[in-house]
């Protein structure tokens, strides 16, 4: 129903959603493992990542892009970062997307992609072993698109972000469960003061423009966002998005093969990645 449904609509009980609202929340939907019926177009035109590389691939540069220079150019350099599932009842932090993934998709081994929830950032004075987590933590956050992550700098929550939006404090303090374990600490002064230049972009002193978050870099002044329903997937459902699933090349691989053929500081190392980073 949208926000002007019809009565009629409204007594059938029918609902209508515009792809504006939906948008909103696609985020925080559950993809579910088996269905009783899988449409045949997601099966045959779909559920392999060489059938969508083509059309996710800058929006997972761009991603990257955003993220990288939002945790370079900060004066932290320690990030510890963990990975959650959203709920409907609210963010959770007992909600681990571990705790979401089912035994079969657990197995992600064979790129080091573990079943664990955290990544560690220890220091920026390996260009390469920091643009490795970067591209882990990125991997996860496309592959599972119901995650959010929660980047800490010491007990400060340096960042919080799913992979359409960066989420205030007040979302993430806010919970409908019966029994709510919100996220603990508080946003760092820094990330407070940027929190508007990194969802919605901003003009530099130069007059140079910085894309938000979602913002698609090329077409910004004209609202095209880089994640929107038409091209997010529930990609660890995919054949071919796990490793060692009917003996195909995963998810992971293809991101590392993809960002070695940039250059660049910020893929510096890519090309010699042989394992994303676990998170443990």
Do not use: C
Not at 67 to 88: C, G, M, N, V
Not at 195 to 211: K, L, R
């Amino acid at each position: 129903m949208t926000a002007n449904g019809s009565a009629s609509e409204k007594r059938s009980g029918r609902f209508r959603f515009s792809e504006s609202e939906l948008q909103a929340i696609i985020w925080t939907l559950d993809y579910h493992e088996t269905y009783d019926e899988i449409k045949s177009e997601f099966e045959n035109e779909h559920k392999r990542i060489e059938n969508i590389l083509e059309e996710i691939k800058d929006p997972v540069k761009e991603t990257y892009d955003r993220l990288y220079d939002i945790l370079w150019d900060s004066p932290e350099d320690k990030f510890t970062i963990r990975f959650y599932q959203a709920h409907s009842t609210g963010i959770d932090q007992n909600k681990v997307l571990k705790n979401a993934i089912s035994g079969r998709i657990q197995r992600d081994f064979d790129l080091g992609i573990s079943s664990g929830t955290m990544i560690d950032i220890q220091n920026k004075d390996s260009r390469a072993e920091f643009n490795k987590a970067i591209l882990s933590i990125v991997h996860y956050l496309v592959k599972y698109p119901y995650s959010y992550m929660v980047v800490k700098s010491g007990d400060d929550n340096f960042l919080i972000a799913s992979l359409t939006e960066i989420l205030s404090e007040d979302f993430i303090k806010t919970s409908f469960s019966t029994k709510p374990s919100v996220i603990g600490g508080a946003l760092s002064s820094y990330a407070v003061a940027n929190y508007e230049n990194w969802m919605s972009g901003y003009f530099d002193e130069q007059g140079t423009y910085h894309p938000g978050w979602n913002q698609d870099s090329e077409h910004w002044a004209v609202g095209r966002q880089l994640w929107t329903l038409r091209n997010i997937y529930p990609i660890y459902l995919f054949s071919d998005g796990n490793s060692g699933h009917f003996g195909t090349k995963d998810f992971a691989e293809r991101l590392v093969k993809f960002f070695a053929t940039l250059t660049g500081e910020k893929y510096r190392g890519i090309h010699e990645i042989s394992r994303l980073t676990n998170i443990s």
